[in-house]
Every structure is written in C-alpha cells, then in structure tokens.
C-alpha cells in the first residue's frame, strides 16, 4: 500500500509539487521499484521490515544482480523516501524509519576514460564528413560537448536561438533524456556557458548546413522526425562517438571500457586543472553547485601528469648531490 499510494503521489502528476521531479528521476524510480522493491516487500508488513532485513536485502542484490554501489545506495534512499511519506501521511508511525541504521557504500565504482584535447581532436575529424572535411551533427556535438563542457542532454535540447554568438554565450533552457524535454540539472545546470569565436564560427558552419536552420529549430535534429524533436543520445554516442574513437585509435580494438559524450566533460575538467585554471573557473564553466564535486569527481589525474609530477619531485630530491657538500670541498 505504501509503495502504490507513493507511486501515485510522488510520482505521477508532478504539477502539484513543491518540488517536481525530472522525468528520467520518475521513471528510474518506478523501474526500481518494479525490478526490485515491490517483489521483495509487497508481502511484508512495512511496520516490521528491520533495518537488518533490509541490508541483507541489499547485499544479495548487489551480488547476484552485479548492481553497481550507486545503485544500490539509489535503493536504499527509495526505500527511505517510501518510509518518509508513509510518516508524513500519517500511514505509519513516526518511530517507523528501518533505513535509517542500514549502511551500505553508494560512491560511484564509475572510472571514466580521459582523453587529452589531441585526442578529442582526433576523434572529432573521424567525424567530419569525408572528403569534404565539412562539418557533421556529430563532429559539432563532439567539439561542442568538449570545448563547453555541456551534458549531452543540454546539448541536445538547444535551440538555436538559444546561442547568442554577440554576447558569446550559451544559454541552457532544457534538456532532452529519454526521448523527453525536461529542465536542467540544478538551479546551477541553468547558468550560461561561454560561446567564444572559434566554437561560434563552427556552429555556424553547421548551421548552415542543416536543413533545420531557424531560430526555434533544435541545433541537433532528428531528420527521422522531421525536425520535431532532437536526435536521441544513446544513438549518437554507440553509433558515432565510441566508433570513431576505435578508429582514431583512441580506443584500442577490442578495448571494453565506458565512452561517451560524458567522457568529453570529465576530460575537460580534468585538463583545466592541470593546466592550473582556479578551480572557481572550472566550477563555474562545468556549472557545478559545490567545488568538490569539480575536484573529487571531476578533475582525474592524468598519468602522464602524474609521471612528470614525479619527475620534478625526483629533481630536487637529488639536486644537493650535484653539488658536493661544504666539508668535501675544503
């Protein structure tokens, strides 16, 4: 009861709440509860599910289902948030709260791949239309997803009104997921990002190659649906992105690793801040709300950085050996 009466409130008709829910949030949580939650629980008094059923609960499903620790610390906060409205309604006491002594690792395990600018260079001409080297829907998403660092769901909701190449600015009004328009991220998802020339002048150029042109128009739209809606993410990046990045070599064949548009973002932080941009810029650029985010999660040491990091550690360990002591020389 508790998990329909939830399911019907909190996630059906959004417009009545203080705070509404994206549509991809809505749809994840009704998947979860689905797959996971209703089967094991339906049969259950919720007043007496413990806290210790409800951890051993989550550890079998992470070892037989191979869940990821995000997903499975995704679980547990549904389950909370079930519990929390059944509190609010009245529907179970307010001592009732078993989640809340259940531990479990949510950290993400997800270990992006980092690509330096040569790289992303090399997969964005893989892109160009061949022989032409003319600019493609692809290779402006790639150049655009990496120079500004936009989610590949802001990018693919842009209009073409809403690049402003006088003002050089991007602005963010939407998103496209899972084949619908919702809002940004965050208060902070909704920031401008910066349009300087050389992005400017190749958005253009793909500008007036589409034959989808006009300012309320979607900059990457789906010729399938004839304009009506934008391309869909999930095809651009197994179709497009991962394949060119085999053939640009960036990718070995073969080579099983996650790649895609988000790839482009992580990297971008990460050479920023080894370049030494200020940290604030980064935040600001990627429009995180905390700085942490940028730099615990974001911001990933580079191998080679790391080596020439060592190098220069090396050097002035060893530097008074080439010169010898005072005593030696008198």
């Known amino acids: 009861m508790l998990a329909e009466k939830f399911t019907e409130r909190e996630l059906g008709d959004q417009k009545h709440l203080l705070r509404p829910r994206s549509h991809s949030t809505v749809a994840t949580y009704k998947m979860y509860l689905r797959l996971y939650v209703r089967p094991r629980w339906d049969a259950q008094v919720a007043t007496k599910i413990s806290h210790h059923a409800i951890q051993d609960w989550l550890q079998d499903l992470k070892r037989d289902h191979n869940l990821a620790n995000k997903t499975v610390g995704h679980l547990k906060g549904l389950m909370a948030q079930v519990y929390k409205f059944g509190r609010y309604y009245e529907l179970v006491p307010d001592s009732c709260d078993p989640c809340k002594k259940v531990r479990c690792e949510s950290s993400s395990e997800y270990e992006p791949r980092i690509i330096s600018p040569e790289e992303a260079y090399k997969v964005w001409c893989q892109l160009l239309k061949k022989p032409e080297g003319t600019a493609t829907a692809e290779s402006t998403l790639v150049l655009l997803v990496a120079a500004s660092g936009l989610r590949i769901s802001e990018a693919l909701g842009l209009k073409w009104s809403d690049i402003d190449p006088e003002a050089e600015l991007i602005r963010v009004r939407r998103s496209w997921t899972m084949d619908q328009l ?144 005072t005593d030696v020389l008198q």
């Open 182 to 325: 919702g809002k940004p991220k965050s208060k902070a998802s909704r920031a401008a990002v910066p349009c300087v020339g050389v992005l400017s002048a190749h958005l253009q150029a793909w500008r007036n190659q589409s034959q989808y042109a006009g300012d309320d128009d979607w900059v990457f739209a789906s010729s399938r649906n004839r304009g009506q809606t934008p391309r869909s993410g999930s095809t651009l990046v197994a179709d497009y992105l991962k394949a060119a990045a085999y053939r640009a070599g960036v990718l070995k064949e073969g080579e099983r690793v996650r790649f895609g548009a988000h790839t482009l973002r992580h990297s971008l932080a990460t050479f920023l801040i080894a370049k030494g941009s200020d940290v604030k810029t980064v935040q600001t650029l990627l429009r995180h709300a905390n700085p942490m985010t940028t730099l615990s999660i974001y911001a990933h040491g580079r191998s080679q950085d790391r080596s020439d990091a060592q190098e220069d550690m090396l050097t002035a360990f060893f530097a008074p050996a080439a010169k010898p002591p």
